[in-house]
């Protein structure tokens, strides 16, 4: 039993613990998503004579990116759902990002215990 090192180990484990249960806080939370990556694209729409031959763009085309099957598809997104799109993008990145928190942080805590087991175990007879 080594009681320093269990302490420690107490310690470590609670603030994964304190970590993990804000992660599943958000993880839960009532959402919608757009799976993928949003591309912003300078749009040429190559009329003779249009600005954007003479190199002035007009505003830029959304692009959702995804892989579909193993490929890459990439579908044009409306202006006027550009706001929801990059919204929904935003809390899809967020969300996986909180996923691979809380794996890194439930893999980190099944080292702990074990450890703590361990650290705890007496041997007998008592000293
Ligand atoms: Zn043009």
């Known amino acids: 039993m080594n009681d320093s090192e269990a302490s420690q180990l107490r310690l470590k484990a609670s603030r994964f613990v304190t970590e993990r249960q804000r992660l599943e806080k958000s993880l ?3 959402q919608r998503f757009l799976r993928g990556s949003l591309l912003e694209r300078p749009k040429f729409c190559g009329k003779p004579g249009c600005k954007c031959t003479k190199g002035q763009p007009h505003p830029p085309g959304l692009c959702l990116s995804r892989l579909v099957e193993g490929t ?3 579908v044009f997104i409306r202006a006027t759902d ?3 799109a990059r ?3 935003l809390a899809y990145k967020r969300y996986r990002q909180a996923l ?3 794996r890194a942080i439930d893999k980190e805590l099944n080292i702990i215990w074990e450890d703590l087991e361990t650290a705890q175990e007496e041997a007998y ?3």
Do not use: G, M, S, Y
Request: aromatic share 12%; net charge positive.
């Open 28 to 30: 839960l939370e009532h």
């Open 72 to 74: 890459v598809r990439q």
């Open 82 to 84: 550009h706001e929801r």
């Open 87 to 89: 919204k929904e993008a």
């Open 100 to 102: 691979r928190r809380w």
């Open 125 to 127: 007879p008592f000293e």
